[in-house]
């Protein structure tokens, strides 16, 4: 059985990965995003990081799960379910934008349709299960307890912040909704540099999973 320490450790790392890739990728993408007719390699480079984030999205969730089920199973398999979709939708996005390689005539629509599941999977479906996993962490004492408090406040400020979004209030890339996203960022950040560093904190729920 792997020890909780290398399960802490390949969690951080993955976290950290997440991050890492969808910011590499967003840079890469940022001259297609303002303009559909524009081509390049970056493209590509920028849709292979984006699979990779896809694959660190799904492995956070699969490497905590044997730990966190032991204090809530169903919510822990709700956060498995939630970051798979999560990196699903991000999927979506991805075929968007490489689709307008081919189809430059309906590029400004695909464009649209990626801006759409950006706003869906990193912000509705990631405040979510960031909600979810918080509040197991701050149950269990896993990690310490301002880590988790972020998580339970930076999930939900994400998740109303999208649906300012939605409605049109203003945009998901403005002061507002950076700023709106500024808890659940230091929470993964946080989370990942914690479970590196430190591992998980002694608890009952540990021995239970060697």
Do not use: C
């Amino acid at each position: 059985m792997t020890s909780p320490r290398t399960t802490a450790t390949a969690a951080g790392v993955l976290y950290l990965l997440t991050h890492v890739t969808s910011i590499a990728a967003l840079l890469l993408y940022g001259p297609l995003l303002d303009d559909p007719g524009h081509t390049g390699a970056g493209i590509r480079l920028g849709a292979l990081l984006e699979v990779v984030l896809m694959l660190t999205i799904v492995g956070t969730a699969i490497t905590l799960y044997p730990v966190v089920r032991k204090q809530n199973e169903a919510l822990a398999m709700g956060y498995v379910a939630l970051r798979t979709l999560e990196a699903a939708v991000i999927g979506v996005g991805v075929v968007s934008l490489l689709a307008v390689i081919t189809a430059r005539e309906a590029g400004r629509a695909l464009v649209a349709v990626h801006d759409w599941t950006f706003l869906l999977g990193p912000n509705f479906v990631l405040g979510t299960n960031t909600v979810l996993l918080a509040y197991l962490f701050y149950r269990s004492g896993l990690v310490p307890r301002f880590i988790a408090v972020l998580g339970l406040i930076g999930g939900p400020l994400v998740f109303v912040s999208a649906i300012g979004v939605l409605f049109g209030l203003y945009e998901q890339v403005s002061v507002p909704g950076s700023l709106a996203a500024v808890p659940v960022f230091l929470w993964e950040l946080s989370l990942a540099v914690w479970l590196i560093a430190k591992g998980f904190k002694p608890s009952p729920l540990l021995d239970q999973v060697r």
